[in-house]
Nanobody, 128 residues
Framework: QVQLVQSGGGLVQAGGSLSLSCAAS????????MGWFRQAPGKEREFVAA????????YYGDPVKGRFTISRDSAKNTVYLQMNSLKPEDTAVYYC?????????????????????WGQGTQVTVSS
């Protein structure tokens, strides 16, 4: 089992920045990748970003490319999401997730079903 505890988020004006953290504990050696998803009210959970745990491969959803950056600190078993140039449409509950393996190549990182463990969710609100 892997436990994920999120921190960060909050309220910011459009154009501002926020950062999220997700600390993993438990069987962290089994992690292959970690990612971030988000879910706005009335919408499906949407892929935001992912990073392969033992390499530098990163993946981003189209809406956040060029604005968000995912990174990790392996020593701390923590993944980060730096969000810049935030827009009101970025408002959502953000979830971190961990995958024991990702199938289907790079496309697999975008899929909810690739991830085995989920954090508790963190609200991010961007005001206009």
């Amino acid at each position: 089992q892997v436990q994920l505890v999120q921190s960060g988020g909050g309220l910011v004006q459009a154009g501002g920045s926020l950062s999220l953290s997700c600390a993993a504990s438990g069987r962290t050696l089994s992690m292959y990748a970690m990612g971030w998803f988000r879910q706005a009210p009335g919408k499906e959970r949407e892929f935001v970003a992912a990073i392969r745990w033992s390499a530098d491969n990163t993946y981003y959803g189209d809406p956040v490319k060029g604005r968000f950056t995912i990174s990790r600190d392996s020593a701390k078993n923590t993944v980060y999401l730096q969000m810049n140039s935030l827009k009101p449409e970025d408002t959502a509950v953000y979830y971190c997730a961990a995958a024991q393996f990702v199938y289907r190549g790079s496309d697999g990182y975008h899929l909810r079903e690739s991830y085995d463990y989920w954090g508790q969710g963190t609200q991010v609100t961007v005001s206009s």
